[in-house]
């Protein structure tokens, strides 16, 4: 039996202000409101917020995990050298 009684459900009444905010950049809700600095992507410094230590939080938003509107355009095209113009070869019918 523990005699703590105030770290439980009576310590949570006070908390009622908000310290984040959602983020412009990454759109998370990790915007500091006083401080004006994302704690998830670093917003508004210039590079994106990353350390080593961190591995899987540099995989979570690497390369590939969004839409790829234009590298998967490139992938595609790199794969024949990026050929332009001409017309496709015909094939022979069998």
Do not use: D
């Not at 410094?45 to 540099?58: P, T, V």
């Amino acid at each position: 039996v523990s005699t703590q009684s105030t770290w439980g459900t009576t310590s949570f009444g006070p908390r009622q202000g908000k310290s984040h905010t959602l983020c412009r950049r990454c759109g998370r809700h990790s915007l500091h409101i006083r401080k004006r600095e994302c704690a998830a992507c670093g917003y508004p410094g210039a590079r994106i917020r990353s350390y080593g230590w961190s591995e899987k939080a540099i995989r979570r938003r690497h390369t590939g995990t969004g839409r790829m509107r234009h590298l998967k355009i490139v992938h595609r095209r790199s794969q024949h050298n990026f050929r332009q113009g001409g017309q496709a070869k015909r094939r022979a019918t069998a």
